[in-house]
């Protein structure tokens, strides 16, 4: 089945530093790769998203390449901010069924940004 | 516009009850889909409707999880003889289907239920 490996928290870093949270995927099909953050207090929202390979999706600082020879898709932010404080998840969809688009979430990883 | 929303945010029940979570989709959006998210753990696809049909029921975990969409907005997925591992924060999502492989799904603020 399809599955989603993201880097294990808590990732703990100073503002300004450089930020990577690795994800892997296995999927029975060609996905679609999305990056999904969960700031205190509020619902998941979609950070950032890549459709085919070699695309890269990016958003607030945010970009992650859609690797398919790897399987990955790395988020990275060369400067953090206390607000960028929150949980990520890494998603995968393959289209089964029509125009099901269901999600694979990997764990999520907490991530804390201190000034 | 308004986002998605679920009600109740928050619902404490004793094992063995039966409970209603609703969920009111963003205006427009035929795709609707439920999730879970147990402590620590990413969300686990539960059921899809497109309209008002369940397309995809493949994520109840047994026949004790039902949900139904009858007008295809709102839905209520419906959880009988509750059990303490059932215990979780149930997501609802919502998504134009045009959108295809691109969709994004918008999330409400979900339901934490917990059973005693």
């Known amino acids: 089945g399809d599955s989603v490996t993201q880097m294990e928290g808590p990732v703990t870093l100073s503002e300004e530093a450089f930020l990577t949270i690795n994800c892997t995927y296995t999927?029975?099909?060609?996905?679609?790769l999305f990056w999904y953050v969960q700031y205190p207090g509020e619902g998941l929202q979609l950070l950032l998203k890549a459709t085919k390979a070699d695309d890269k999706g990016s958003n607030k600082g945010f970009e992650a390449t859609y690797r398919k020879e790897t399987t990955s898709f790395h988020l990275e932010k060369g400067s953090v901010q206390v607000s960028d404080s929150a949980v990520y998840f890494c998603a995968l969809s393959v289209p089964s069924g029509g125009s099901n688009y269901k999600l694979t979430f990997g764990k999520g990883t907490l991530l804390t940004v201190n000034p | 516009g308004a986002g998605v929303s679920q009600t109740p945010s928050n619902k404490v029940t004793e094992k063995g009850k039966y409970v209603e979570l609703r969920c009111d989709p963003i205006?427009?959006?035929?795709?609707l889909y439920w999730y879970r998210q147990s402590l620590g753990q990413g969300p686990e696809f539960l059921i899809y409707?497109?309209?008002?049909?369940?397309?995809?029921d493949s994520g109840l975990p047994n026949d004790r999880f039902f949900a139904v969409r009858p007008e295809g907005s709102v839905s209520t997925l419906k959880i009988q003889r509750t059990e303490r591992g059932d215990s979780a924060v149930y997501l609802c999502?919502?998504?134009?289907?045009?959108?295809?492989?691109?969709?994004?799904?918008?999330f409400g603020p979900g339901t934490r239920l917990t059973v005693l």
């Open positions: 205006s427009g959006h035929t795709a």
């Open positions: 409707f497109q309209g008002t049909g369940a397309a995809d």
């Open positions: 999502a919502s998504s134009p289907t045009t959108s295809g492989r691109s969709s994004e799904q918008f």
């Open positions: 999927a029975t099909g060609y996905p679609s």
